[in-house]
Structures are given as structure tokens and as C-alpha cells.
């Protein structure tokens, strides 16, 4: 390895050794003599001591804002606004030098619109109020594995290539797949639902997810990452249960393990209590603070953020308008025009959906109909519960979007590394 350590692990007790450092050029201050260089890597910042009697001139010439640089240096006790130690440099060298101006500041101080940071997001990743929303990102992906994994649940990886739509709908990326005509996945929903079946009882995947809709709204991309679960043997509240658990199990993590992202962006992330409310419920609620809403319709975002106002930051959803979900979403015996499905709203946003799956063949091709789709383009599927098939359920977090209500962010946009919208198709 280049260097010998990251920047967090120097501190006090390394007074008076020698450590090698690698990363980049923060900030410079050039003083003649004595020169001070703020390198960051991943882990944090450090002040470094660039003497004129131990550097030569040239390297100092050279050293400018996001060189990539690798310190050599004593550890020395000093009180500065990067910690409680400095490096006192015995060399430096210069591994890659910044070519022209800065398109984006990494230090935050001038601001960027958004555009800008997404066209040099390499640039835009140094800083590290944007780092810090990624560590928060990985934090919600752990947390949601480590607990499907403490609660029994398998993972699967579901493929990304299908045949036929997953959601019903139009809204494909279509793609050619040899002689054949192919689709970029809606979502895992058929093959986790064919994993229970097979007797796996308990799945969950992570995987991204794609749909060709030409919006152009701050809370929706075209390429995004779902986290599913779907379990054998269970009902509407059982999944129920599972999605209350591992929600507020996320939302703990990142408030015990991400305490230095949160305190940078300066968030106070509260745990909050999980109220329901029937989907009826919920329009006549809305109807009585001014909102327009009519039965049968879905939510506007000023109808979600109303709902959380009024009930709480997490608000699921339940007993839905059967027509108004996906096919497999099981309808009420004794009330069909209502299906056991739901969605959790969470700071006056939906983040996750999900359902009771209809189990019954029959049923099974009654709905595909009645939501205009062929039951022979979904013949493996619907075989698949021709052989003993039981009750199940499921759901799904969409993780930018829990993240974008955890940062408190305006655009969805950041919390992906690299997004895809519909301008959007590089970097």
C-alpha cells in the first residue's frame, strides 16, 4: 500500500512517529517558509506542515487544490480547526495534478447547481456533505440486510432481464435480447413471489429497478434501487409487522452508527411512532383540510405531506381500491373492490409498497385480465402455483427515497452516485 494509515487513525499516541498518508488537497495556504496543506482522504482531514528547508520548492510550486498527494511525515501534538495533531512533512509527492479550474468546489464553499455537480460528480464526491449522504445510503442498505437476516430471510438475486412487464403497464425499456424482445425490470415482484413458492419461505434482494416514465419531478428517477422482501405462509399483517420492524431498525442505525454524517449535515433524525389508517379513512380525512381528493384517486405529494402532518412522519397506508394496484394484490373475500395492500409514508413521502399476494390460479388470471394483461405471456409465473401454492407477502423500500427523507434532501437525484433520469444517461 501507498500509505501506511487513513487520516481518522492518527492521534495522539502516534506523537513523534512517522506515518505515510494518501489523499488529496483540500485546502492550501502558502506562507513561504512554512506552508500548510489540508489533505483529506475518505476518513477525514489533517493538517500538513510544508517547510521550505524540507520541501523543495518545485513540489510546493506544484502542489495545488486537488492534487493527489502522498505525506510522509512526523506526527506532532497541535490544537488547529482539523484536530488535535498535524504532520510535519519530510516529503511529499505529487501522484496526479489538478489540469484546469475547478468546475466544483469540493469544499462546499461556493455552491453549484445541481446540474453541474451531476455533470463532475467525481468532483462533486469529494466533498463531504455529498460523501456523507453515501454513508448514509450504505448505512440504510446494511441495516435492511442485517436485519432480513436476523429475521430469518433469505437472499436471492432476482434477474434483470424479463420477458414480460412485472407491474403491468407500458413503462418498459424495451431491449434487444438476441432474436427476442426483452425488458429491463419493473421489479423482483414475480420471482420473489416464485422463490416462496419454491419453498424458500422467507426472501429478500436488493436490486436496481427501471422505469420508462417521462416525468420530470424531484422525487423520481428512472433507474432506481428497491429493497424486497416477500414471505411464505404469511398474511397482510405479518408483512406488515416485518416492514414496521426493519423500517425502524434502519432508522436506528443511522442514527447510533452515522452520528458524524448526521451532525455535518445537521440533521436531527427522530425515531418516530408508525400510525394506520384505511386508504378510505385517509380520503375523507384529507377531504375535511381542503384537499380535492376523490376515492379512487391516488395521493398527490401535498395529499402526503398533509396525511403526515396531520397523523405523524410515518404513516402506512392500508386496504387500498383493488383496480388501483398491481394484479397480484389480494382481494378482500368478503369486499373484493379492496385488495390488503399498503404503502408507508414516511415525512409526507410514499418510500415503500406492498401487498397480500393473490395465491389462487383462478383469481390469479381473473386479475391479469381485469388490468388488461394476458394471462399466456405469464404462463411460468402462473404455473408456478399450480403445485401446492400458499399465502404470501411482501413489499418494498425504495432506497433513495428513504434516504432523501433521512438527508432531508430536495432532489432524489442526490442520493444517487450516478443517476439516470430521463435527460440524465451520463456520467
Known amino acids: 500500500m501507498l500509505r501506511t494509515h487513513y487520516i481518522e487513525e492518527i492521534d495522539k499516541k502516534f ?56 505525506c510522509k511525515g512526523i506526527v506532532k501534538e497541535s490544537k488547529n480547526d482539523w484536530g488535535n495533531v498535524e504532520i510535519s512533512a519530510n516529503s511529499i509527492e505529487i501522484l496526479g495534478e489538478t489540469k484546469e479550474k475547478l468546475p466544483v ?43 432480513a437476516i436476523e429475521l430469518g430471510f433469505l437472499e436471492i438475486n ?9 407491474e ?53 428517477l428512472n433507474e432506481s434501487t428497491q429493497m424486497d422482501i416477500e414471505m411464505g405462509f404469511a398474511e397482510e399483517k405479518d408483512a406488515l409487522e416485518m416492514l414496521e420492524k426493519i423500517f425502524l431498525h434502519i432508522l436506528k442505525s443511522v442514527k447510533e452508527n452515522r452520528k ?28 375535511k ?39 397480484y394484490s389480494m382481494p378482500m373475500k368478503e369486499k373484493p373492490e379492496i385488495c390488503l395492500a399498503y404503502d408507508l409514508l414516511y415525512r409526507g413521502l410514499e418510500i415503500a409498497s406492498g401487498a397480500q399476494r393473490v395465491h389462487e390460479p383462478e383469481l390469479l388470471k381473473k386479475q391479469l385480465k381485469a388490468h388488461g394483461l394476458n394471462p399466456s405471456n405469464f404462463k411460468s409465473y402462473i404455473s408456478a402455483f399450480d403445485f401446492g401454492p400458499i399465502p404470501h407477502a411482501g413489499w418494498s423500500i425504495g432506497v433513495e427515497r428513504i434516504t432523501q427523507q433521512i438527508c432531508s434532501l430536495q432532489n432524489i437525484r442526490e442520493a444517487v452516485l450516478f443517476p439516470r433520469d430521463r435527460q440524465r444517461i451520463s456520467p
Request: hydrophobic share 40%; aromatic share 8%; net charge positive.
Open 15 to 70: 506523537i513523534g512517529k512517522e506515518v505515510t498518508l494518501g489523499g488529496w488537497a483540500h485546502e492550501i495556504r502558502k506562507l513561504g517558509k512554512i506552508n500548510f496543506v489540508i489533505l483529506r482522504d475518505k476518513t477525514g482531514f489533517v493538517q500538513v506542515v510544508v517547510k521550505g528547508d524540507k520541501i523543495p520548492e518545485e513540489i510546493i510550486n506544484k502542489i495545488s487544490r486537488e492534487n493527489s498527494l502522498i
Open 105 to 147: 468546489d469540493p469544499t462546499g464553499k461556493i455552491e453549484s447547481e445541481l446540474e453541474t455537480r451531476l455533470d463532475y460528480r467525481w468532483l462533486d464526491l469529494r466533498n463531504p456533505k455529498t460523501y456523507a449522504i453515501f454513508k448514509i445510503r450504505a448505512e440504510v442498505q446494511k441495516a435492511f440486510r442485517e436485519k
Open 158 to 166: 432476482a434477474p434483470v432481464i424479463v420477458g414480460e412487464a412485472t
Open 168 to 220: 403491468g403497464g407500458t413503462d418498459l425499456f424495451e431491449v434487444k435480447y438476441f432474436e427476442k424482445k426483452a425488458y429491463l425490470a419493473q421489479s423482483p415482484q414475480l420471482y420473489k413471489q416464485m422463490a416462496v413458492l419454491s419453498g424458500a419461505d422467507k426472501v429478500f434482494c436488493i436490486m436496481p429497478v427501471f422505469r420508462a416514465e417521462k416525468h420530470n419531478t424531484r422525487f423520481h
Open 260 to 287: 458524524e454524517e448526521l451532525k455535518l449535515l445537521k440533521l436531527n433524525l427522530a425515531i418516530p411512532k408508525i400510525k394506520r389508517i384505511e386508504y378510505g379513512e385517509a380520503i375523507k380525512l384529507l377531504n
Open 289 to 327: 383540510n381542503k384537499s380535492k381528493i376523490k376515492h379512487g384517486e391516488d395521493f398527490t405529494r401535498e395529499d402526503e405531506e398533509m396525511l403526515c402532518k396531520l397523523l405523524g412522519d410515518a404513516v402506512i397506508i392500508t386496504k387500498w381500491p383493488t383496480k388501483m394496484r398491481g394484479f
